[in-house]
């Protein structure tokens, strides 16, 4: 009998990641499709044949990581950010469909999972993650397990009536708004004209440029204020950043951890560490292995 395996799918706005995930962490057979976004029902058709395409004896529960508000309880998709996912009982549809326990999470959740298990969090027991990207997400391990509730720290509030947030949220002054690669892109444009975007503005920086780096150091220090509330609320032995706007880390990390040092409550801020996330886009993936194997053992 082969070791028991699972089926990771990282769901993301442009690309499904599949693999098939061992309980320590490592994914054998990566593949990467494009996300149907036409319907939902096209998107579940992708899922399928993505599924289909790894499945064997050998997988014992599969694993979703979606960009998706969820209801752990009933397993349902209450609704999604850029894919046409919504009101389904998604749990469900899928363990129906391949025979098989399935868990779900929502992706900045599983990228903290997979960053726990195997990444920059391997040596600690707790540890916060955010996600800065097109959006900022998060997530969160305590003692050792997964909060799988909702963590959404790019909507927590640095400002009261600050700038508005972005996407469909309605709040103002919330984090996402002033650390994401979209706010990189924003201000990048402010300054150097229509055509700049968030990865010119730190190749600028790495030029040396000063009205660059300087945009970077108060977003490092917006991100800071963020991290403080964090740190203050879950005494964390470790935060990392990750996503694909983390590429502007080395402008972004002094700035944030001078500002996170003010704002915490002794002794936290001299214990807690900032790191960058270790395994880039596989932190899904294996996170929603992980996620599989907990739905196996009926966790
Ligand atoms: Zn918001």
Redesign the pocket.
Known sequence: MPDPRVIGVDLGGTEILTGIVARDGTVERRRETTTPTESQDALLAGLDAAVEALLDDSVVGLGFGVPSRLDQKTGRVEGSVNIPLEGLDFRARMSERFLRPVGIENDANAATYGEFHSGAGRDVSTMVMLTLGTGCGGGVVIDGKLYRGWA?F??MVIEYDGIP???S???RG????YVTGTAATKLAREAFGPAADAHRLIRLADEGDQRAREILDGMGRRLGAGIGSLVNIFDPELVVIGGGFAAAWEFLVEPAHEVMEREVLAPAGGRVRIARAELGTAAGLIGAGLVAFDAADGL
Do not use: K, M, R
């Open positions: 959404e790019g909507h947030c972005q996407g949220c309605t709040g919330h984090l996402e708004p």
